[in-house]
């Protein structure tokens, strides 16, 4: 059986672990999930590296939600780099979901993103383990996660 | 027989990948290709990663299509980061072909624009793997992949 | 026995080392402290690794207090981007626990600042280490160390 | 024998390779010569890994002219620090010469400069092979390559 | 018998290594020093590498001077990231000396700056390599090399 991690923290102001949890089992069965919540973001990518070696997961989900300082903005990049470097050292994927703080005009729509988010990256998690010819189909197609696609060019 | 890999996204807006495995089918033979989909550019360094290394790929050519915001130059950042330092764990080339949105004046351009620099990178990729020599010979020409060539400078 | 390590400098302008201690002491028995002090933040990575490699620390508490000037926020990145790395050289979590200069309105806020971050990071340490299923009740809560926190967002 | 590799790039716009395979036979005898041409400066890092694991070269120049606009200084950030990790990777020295397309007033200029700045680091090269002793010896000397030396300062 | 190497640059304007092998020499006996000049700061974490790999340092000094333009901002992040690295993979310390050229307001200033963060520098070495307890007992004492102490706040 397939082993998906999530690896979210108690620095985000939203439950993205959870809207992620929420939308895997809806769409799918035939796996496992292994949740491991740290800090902050820059905590993820050791958190992850630990889902893969120590908890055998196939794939990780990792969620966070930077703030909109540039402090936070040096964080997000640090973490990210971070998690890239994770999926070379052990040849598989983090689909990292980052919402930021500045992105929404208000609280609502802060949270409405975020799950959102989580949730159309839960689908891409799936699809990248069980079903990597729908991605296929999709590729130039313009789609995003969170706000509306923004949909193919054309030429 | 020598392997191609061709890692792109759905996050695109232009299918960059059908241009540029249409390009190497026009201009050579003797290889065989192995499109790997994925969400985003920054899921590209451990698609290439997995192609090299779970697909036995000579080399890879990895197109997107970052977004002219901010974040997006940062992602792109990052994604080019990861790309390079996969190449160095696997002596490997990936030619990275970056369309970014802000480059082109409209979306017909921009259409345009991805399409060409996709077959030209295609070239350079067949020219890596099958015809060093031209690459050689062209060295100091001031070659651009997409609009027209800078040219050299004159002394 | 686990073996907690605290990697702190001498350029810090408060001894956060020893809130840190005081805080882990305070709070929980049965772990050693090993303590290693460096010139500044760019020493800490190493030093945390050596923690690792050499004590066999289970976890590391890295301490530093950046300057206010562009260069020490660059230096404050490059230590941060080190201390992942390290992280995931050695499948162990580091606590970074970074106070900017210019994150508080006077040097009587900013030791308060260094105090009070120092402690409840000391108290994620020990939750990683002793009690990961409290971190995970708290994912998503908006919790910060230092100033007050924010609290999760209602959507 | 030694072997000295000549990493260059088609994207450049002045044949900075052949000045410094010049500078480096005018000067010198008792080595051997690989060159390796790749299109863009990204593509460096793992030409050079190439040139050091495959072709058994002791070091290597790579040579390359980023363009004036923000994305080649990236680019540029890039490929450097992929030059650095391929040195530590190898324990070999690899001599970067960037001519920036804007630290020239006119085409003319850009042309020397990237002539002087390969030829005098072709000798950087000699020295750090066969001569280390008259490196050491201008320790603190302000030295250039291309643009006139700043000199020592006076205490 | 501890070796302490000492990396630095024929770019910089003001013979650092000089002064740091001087004032090591000054303080303390039981060690050799292996000195290693390269042209400019990039070139220094293989430089660091090899005198680690090469030449068994247990420590080095690395001195330089990046300019005043932000390429050369650049060019020193680049090789702090390259220094830390390098300090990760020989689970050695590298004390980093870099003095700006915009630090100081002239020129006699800059040279007082270079010789006396050079001497500074060495003493924090030779703490580290003999003398570790002095660095614990100055955590958190604000202690800068070069310029005066920022001393430690009061709470």
Not at 24 to 50: E, H, M, Q
Not at 116 to 127: G, M, V, W
């Amino acid at each position: 059986m397939k082993k998906i991690g999530i690896a979210d923290t108690s620095f985000a102001r939203y439950d993205m672990g959870k809207s992620a949890i929420d939308e895997l089992k809806s769409n799918s069965t035939g796996f496992k999930i292994i949740r491991y919540t740290v800090p902050g973001i820059k905590d993820l990518p050791v958190a992850c590296k630990k889902l893969f070696d120590e908890q055998s997961c196939d794939i990780v989900i990792a969620l966070g939600m930077p703030g909109g300082k540039p402090i936070d903005k040096q964080c997000a990049h640090e973490a990210s780099t971070g998690l890239i470097q994770t999926q070379l050292m052990t040849n598989k994927h983090i689909i990292e979901v980052f919402v930021h703080e500045d992105e929404a005009k208000d609280e609502k729509e802060l949270a409405w993103l975020a799950d959102q988010r989580s949730r159309e990256h839960a689908i891409n998690c799936l699809d990248l383990l069980f079903n990597p010819d729908k991605l296929q189909k999709n590729a130039g197609k313009g789609l995003r996660q969170g706000y509306e696609d923004a949909g193919p060019i054309k030429g």
